[in-house]
């Protein structure tokens, strides 16, 4: 008895379905936004109650993830192709994208001769940000296209390659899913290898490298750009030397041949290294730091290069003066006379940062003298009130150094009013507890009377 209600069992689920399984369950999907939500239709019985005889007409409702129940979203698809045009310094890079379903986004590549470097960059979560400036060309960013929609095709010439060298791309998507997820996909790592440079006259171009003028300084600090292009060298390594006494600096090229030879002498030379194994174009962002207070420093970027010739040449020497470790010279500031027209008027002074650096310059106006002078006594610039027509603040600048000059144009002003102004700057120094905290120096009030 048992064994035949079995096959009627059996027989009436190939009825059900005719091809031996379940009849498939139906739903619907409503979208809202995007949120999308799958619902089975009323009346509809699951496959459990089919396999049980029961039904239901309860509507079962279960929200999921966009991309897991909508087939019809289909995620973008990268398509890289081999290189054309490959010359001696110069390649064409081609790609197609499919944005599907999907619109905006940002297209770029990552190429250069190293490999590791080439992969790490192109997963970097910083490659797409406004400050991000790669400056190698182990591995550089180039955008594409900033709005890709619908399918496109894409031709990308690279140049200022180095000539016989094996060079690495990678082309990335970086989009925002149906989620507002931002989601970042990368085809395939692609190769190619530039031509040999042919030249009749067999010449060797050495390496070029230079520094910048030094900037950001304090009592123990500063920054020097340096910029290298290897030519026609190989393997290079760029480093700085900088120090107190000028002859030791000037006479690096003369008196050594390599990077480890240099030998340093405690203020008097000091060396730091800035990269190995270089090829191309590479620019450094070098900061010096352990210095001497009120004191004047020599430099200059050298680099250590083979190829068919080999060597070490560097830039000329430069020079920078730390700021006195005292800081007894405070930063001063001048209030000028306003230039008022009609309806408006404009505000200008001066500011001198004295042993100071990073000042942040502002001007305050208004009709209320005594909230206007009493800027000077503020702790920051964020803890000034401003009143509508009583004081207004506004900001000029966030980084002064030396000596510097400012203008600010106000309109909308009240006619024949007297109107009062000052220029300010902020700067960071220490209490008498030895602990950083904002100052404020303002220069003289200056009254006038609206147009």
């Known amino acids: 008895m048992q064994i035949g209600l079995a096959v009627i069992a059996i027989i009436g689920l190939i009825f059900i379905n005719g091809s031996g399984g379940l009849a498939p369950e139906q739903f619907s999907v409503t979208k809202t936004g995007n949120d999308h939500q799958i619902e089975r239709v009323a009346g509809t019985p699951t496959n459990q109650e089919r396999v ?42 081609r ?33 797409l940000e406004k400050d991000f400036n790669n400056k190698d060309d182990r591995a550089r960013v180039m955008f594409i296209d900033l ?11 690279i140049s200022q390659l180095v000539s016989n060298t094996d060079y690495y791309y990678q082309v990335c998507l970086q989009y925002t899913d149906l989620g507002s997820k931002s989601v970042k996909i990368c085809d395939r790592v692609e190769s190619f290898s530039t031509n040999p440079e042919v030249d009749l006259r067999n010449r060797f171009t050495a390496p070029y490298i230079s520094a ?11 920054s020097v750009e340096v910029n290298l292009r290897m030519n026609d060298g190989v393997d290079g390594i760029p480093f700085i030397v900088y120090g107190l006494f000028e002859k030791n600096v000037r006479e690096v090229d003369k008196k050594y ?20 194994n270089r090829l191309g174009r590479s620019e450094y962002l070098v900061e010096l730091d352990d210095l001497e207070g009120d004191s004047k420093y020599y430099y200059r970027a050298c680099v250590e290069y083979d190829g068919e010739k080999d060597g070490l040449v560097c830039s000329g020497v430069r020079s920078f003066e730390t700021d006195d470790q005292n800081k007894s010279n405070k930063p001063t500031v001048e209030t000028n006379k306003s230039e008022v027209r009609s309806n408006g008027a404009t505000l200008s002074g001066d500011i001198r940062m004295g042993d100071f ?35 207004q603040k506004v900001a000029v600048s966030d980084d002064v150094d030396g000596r510097k000059s400012f203008k600010y144009t106000v309109t909308d002003l009240k006619i024949g009013q007297i109107y009062h102004h000052q220029m300010c700057v902020q700067y960071v120094d220490e209490n008498d507890y030895g602990r950083e905290e904002f100052k404020i120096n303002c220069g003289e009030v200056r009254s006038w009377i609206s147009l």
Not at 105 to 122: H, I, S
Not at 214 to 222: K, P
Request: no cysteine; hydrophobic share 25%; aromatic share 10%.
């Open 357 to 391: 650096n990073d000042g942040y310059a502002f001007f305050v106006y208004g009709i209320n003298f005594e909230k206007i002078k009493d800027t000077n006594n503020s702790n920051s610039f964020d803890r000034i009130r401003q009143s509508v027509d009583g004081l």
């Open 257 to 276: 041949s390599s990077y480890s030879s240099v030998r340093e002498y405690d203020e008097d030379l000091q060396k730091k290294r800035l990269g190995t």
């Open 147 to 157: 709005n890709p929609r619908g399918e496109e095709s894409y031709e990308k010439k």
């Open 212 to 222: 910048n003028r030094a900037y950001s300084i304090t009592d123990g600090e500063s």
């Open 52 to 93: 049980s005889g029961k039904t239901t007409t309860a509507r079962v409702s279960t929200p999921v993830e966009t991309r897991e129940i909508v087939a019809d979203y289909r995620a973008p698809v990268i398509k890289s192709y081999s290189s054309r045009n490959i010359e001696d310094n110069s390649a064409l890079l």
């Open 95 to 127: 790609t197609d994208v499919n944005m599907r379903d999907h619109k905006g986004g940002t297209v770029y590549v990552v190429y250069g001769y190293n490999k590791n470097q080439v992969e790490t960059l192109a997963k970097s979560s910083q490659v």
